[in-house]
C-alpha cells in the first residue's frame, strides 16, 4: 500500500508496487484479518488503500456491507478501481492524516504498511478513530523492517556496504515506530481502548536471484528509488554483494523469513 499524506518517498506506479511489496502484502491480509475476527456486515475504511491489496481480502473473506478507502497516490487509485471491481467498494484520492468521511461513519478502520511512512502518525490514527463508531476497532499493520523483513533488510545491509551513503535512507535503521512496544504507544495515546500488537509472521519465497532483484529496479518504493539513482557500477555491486549472500542451491527457491507487526483497539 502506499503512505496517505505527502512525503518524499515515491509511489507513484502501482504496477510496480505489486511486484516489489504488493504480492507479500496480500499474505499479510488474511493472518492480519483472522486476527481481528470481524462480524460481519460492517462498514470498513482502508487508509492507505494502495493497489486494493487489504480491500480485496476484506471482500474475500469478511463479507462486508461496504468499503472506503483513501490512498494518496492517484497511480495507486487507479490500479485498485482496475483490480477491485465491487459495487461495495469506493476509492478516492486523499490524505491519511485528514481523512474525507464524516464522524463515526464506519464500524472498523484499518491500514496495511502505511503508518510508518505518514510524518505525522498520531493524526493519521486520530483520524482512524475520529471516522470509526464507538465500540469500533482501529488496526494496522506495519512491516519489521529491522529484523523481520529479510528481504529488505538484506538490500539494505548490501547496499551500505558497498554505499554509506545510504544508511540515513535504509528502512532498517530509520523506522522505529515498527515495534510492538512504540506501536501500542502510539494507539494508547490517541485515547484507543484495549490496545494489542501482535506478530504475523511467514515465509517469502523467490523462485530465483532475478525473481528477488528485478523488482528493486521498478523505482517505486524507498529502496527501488535508491537503487535507480545510482550509477550503473554501484548498482551492479549491489547486485553481486546480493547474489553471493542468497544463491541457494541449484533448483532450490530462496526463502526468507518476513515479519509484520500488527496492532489494534477500540473506539471508547
Not at 487489504?54 to 461496504?66: E, F
Not at 497511480?75 to 483490480?83: D, H, K, N, P, S
Amino acid at each position: 500500500m502506499s503512505h496517505g499524506t505527502p512525503s518524499s518517498t515515491p509511489w507513484a506506479s502501482g504496477d510496480a508496487y505489486e511486484r516489489y511489496v504488493g504480492r507479500w502484502s496480500r499474505q499479510v491480509a488474511p493472518r492480519f484479518l483472522e486476527w481481528l475476527a470481524p462480524a460481519p456486515g460492517l462498514r470498513w475504511a482502508d487508509v492507505g488503500s494502495g493497489t486494493g491489496a487489504l480491500t480485496a481480502t476484506i471482500l474475500d473473506r469478511c463479507a462486508p456491507a461496504a468499503v472506503s478507502g483513501v490512498d494518496l497516490s492517484e497511480g495507486f487509485v487507479r490500479l485498485a478501481r482496475e483490480q477491485v471491481a465491487d459495487p461495495r467498494v469506493a476509492f478516492e484520492v486523499g490524505d491519511a492524516t485528514r481523512l474525507p468521511w464524516g464522524d463515526a461513519s464506519h464500524d472498523m478502520a484499518v491500514s496495511g504498511l502505511v503508518l510508518n511512512f505518514v510524518p505525522d502518525q498520531p493524526a493519521m490514527v486520530r483520524e482512524m478513530a475520529r471516522v470509526t463508531r464507538p465500540g469500533g476497532r482501529v488496526a494496522a499493520y506495519v512491516w519489521d523492517y529491522a529484523e523481520g523483513m529479510q528481504m529488505m533488510r538484506r538490500f539494505w545491509d548490501a547496499a551500505i556496504a558497498e554505499d554509506e551513503a545510504a544508511r540515513p535512507i535504509a528502512e532498517s535503521l530509520r523506522f522505529a515506530t515498527c515495534n510492538p512496544g512504540p506501536l501500542e504507544a502510539l494507539f494508547g495515546a490517541t485515547g484507543l481502548k484495549a490496545v494489542e500488537a501482535r506478530p504475523i509472521d511467514f515465509v517469502m519465497a523467490f523462485r530465483d536471484f532475478d525473481d528477488y532483484w528485478q523488482p528493486f529496479l521498478g523505482g517505486t518504493g524507498p529502496a527501488p528509488a535508491y537503487l535507480i539513482a545510482q550509477d550503473e557500477p554501484t548498482r551492479e555491486r549491489i547486485r553481486r554483494r546480493l547474489q553471493g549472500a542468497l544463491q541457494p542451491a541449484p533448483g532450490r527457491p530462496i526463502e526468507l523469513p518476513a515479519r509484520a507487526w500488527a496492532v489494534a483497539g477500540t473506539v471508547g
